[in-house]
């Protein structure tokens, strides 16, 4: 028992390390599919989503976007991870007269089945891993140019017959700037705590202040987003603490079509093996909209590990 085990949580680390690429925080982090992009419009910017507005799946970068929703509207979406591993996520939010803007989704991760064996390598059948979290979200506006919101999380993790539960909160704040076409955000992820562990071990979960800018340039269709993210966290000097930024462009060349571009600088600097890095850390996408539907796809370009695809579709109600 305790060898299945143990081979089940190192795979499952091992998973989390490769496959969750965003999440080198150290290694007593857990629940780090939380910090994979939700949404194929999202991952085509790089994750630079932290100003985003009027867009259902821009909740879970900064839930003050729920209250920019200018109708009843609604995401799901698949994430085609390397080898077995699929994600995906279910939004859904609206505005109440008179209370505010609510959502509620959720977001998971299945990471395949695998084979089990004893400490002698004798098969002992097969086990699978997965990660889930529900979230509802409340957000209002402190004035036409100003909104605030809050999510709480609940996150549930398996493997190997095994599990850990997490409860957690976003906060975030998300302004429009007078008389032009930008906004700035912030947004303070998961904060909380594991409610149940594995190996009787308090791991902390993915911390993430983020701090992002938006703008249009005047006579161009292109909305231009910087963010800096995890800047909570720990750095050897004051330039590393700023190694986490991503970029996205997003050109709208008509009603119906928009393409896509980002960059994150971290995942290139993590990814270069040897002096090259390749295209690792460049992501693209493009966005059709057909009646009230709008078909998103992004790609992130992981270099020599190959790429992974996402697509998403979101409409009105």
Partial sequence: ??????????????????????????????????????????AALAGSFVTVSDDP?????????????????????????????????????????EFGSVAGGILFTHYGSFTETDEAGAELGSFSAADVAVLVSY???????????????FIYSAIAGYSSTGLAAD????YLIPDSRASVGASLRNIGAQMSTYLQTNEDLPLDLTIGGSIVPRGIPLLLNLNFHRLNE????????????????EFTLSSALQLRFGYDNA??????????????????GVGF????????YGINLLGEIGALHQISIATSF
């Avoid at 999440?23 to 949404?39: K, M, Q, S, Y």
């Avoid at 900064?62 to 995906?88: C, E, H, M, V, Y």
């Fill in 139 to 153: 957000s209002s506006d402190f004035s036409d140019r100003l909104t605030y919101g809050a999510t709480a999380k």
């Fill in 171 to 174: 906060v975030g704040l998300l």
């Fill in 234 to 249: 720990s750095a050897s000097n004051f330039g590393d603490r700023f190694r986490w930024f991503t970029i996205g462009g």
């Fill in 267 to 284: 995942e290139r600097k993590d990814l270069k093996i040897g002096t090259s890095a390749g295209l690792a850390g460049f992501t693209a």
């Fill in 57 to 97: 799946t821009a909740v879970f970068y900064n839930p003050a976007s729920g209250a920019t929703l200018g109708a009843p509207r609604g995401s799901l979406g698949f994430l085609k991870q390397i080898l077995d591993i699929n994600s995906g996520h279910i939004v859904y939010g609206q505005e109440i007269e």
């Fill in 1 to 42: 028992m305790i060898g299945r085990f143990a081979r089940g949580v190192s795979f499952g680390l091992f998973l989390g390390f490769t496959f969750s690429w965003t999440c080198e925080a150290g290694p007593n982090t857990i629940f780090n599919f939380l910090r994979n992009d939700v949404g194929a419009r999202a």
């Fill in 289 to 296: 909209t057909v009646s009230d539907y709008r078909i998103d």
